[in-house]
């Protein structure tokens, strides 16, 4: 097969990754309690992907340029939190025992939303270097696609959406993974800046909306459970790197 096609394919199966991440957390009614480590679980695993991972391979591909494009990816999210998000005051409609607020619940996802279009890029151009780094890095992103539909779905629960809508936002990831993979043979000379950029999305995703909401509940469970994230992301590394 051509490795356009094999990388459609794939893209294919990270996509569908997403959303059985996101039906773990929707086919159970799981206490609130436990949603909570949830959330803190996938910021963890989130952080340690932006910092262990995408970042030194985001300056091996960019160089001096990764750390400006790290930036623009962490104030892309910035803005729309602050600007579009805001003005549908999604804060005002929660119920004060909700863990996370909805308008950080939107945010959240539109942050995922971005990773995952990029992942899916990382993977189509990896296959058009060779078809070597596109395994690779395919496998790279498998490792992480089911939590990311995991945590995509207990962030929408969290902030008080229905079990379809937060199931949804999980398949939103996966149709945002093949996007990406379809896009990149448009903009190929554009593709080492998707990476730095992506690695920016996720390191705002966890560490200004996820982290936060973490440090608000008392007690060491929480803090555990953000460590309990990167630690699964190491192990992942070890076992399949």
Known sequence: MKPVTIAVLLGLTAALANGFGGAVIVQKDWDRRYLRYFVALG????????LLEMLPESIRLAGARAPVLVLAG???????EHTVTPHFHFGEE??????????????????????????????ASGF?????????????????????GFTASSVMLASGRSKSVAWLASAALGVATMVGVLTVTVF??????????????????????LIP??????????????FAGVGLLLLLQTLFR
Request: aromatic share 14%; proline share 3%; glycine share 10%.
């Open 128 to 148: 058009l270097v060779s078809e070597w780094l596109g395994w690779v890095i395919f496998l790279a992103v498998i490792l992480h696609k089911v939590p990311e």
């Open 74 to 80: 962490y104030f892309i999210v910035h803005f729309f």
């Open 94 to 123: 929660t119920h004060h025992e909700e863990f996370v607020r909805a308008h950080r619940g939107y945010s959240v996802l539109f942050g995922l939303l971005i990773h995952t279009f990029f992942d899916g890029i990382a993977i």
């Open 188 to 209: 190929t000379r554009s593709l080492n800046a998707g990476l730095p950029l992506s690695a920016g999305v996720t390191l705002y995703v966890a560490a200004s909306d």
């Open 213 to 226: 909401e973490v440090n608000k509940e008392p007690g060491i469970g929480m803090a555990l459970g953000v």
């Open 43 to 50: 910021s963890g695993f989130m952080l340690g992907t932006a």
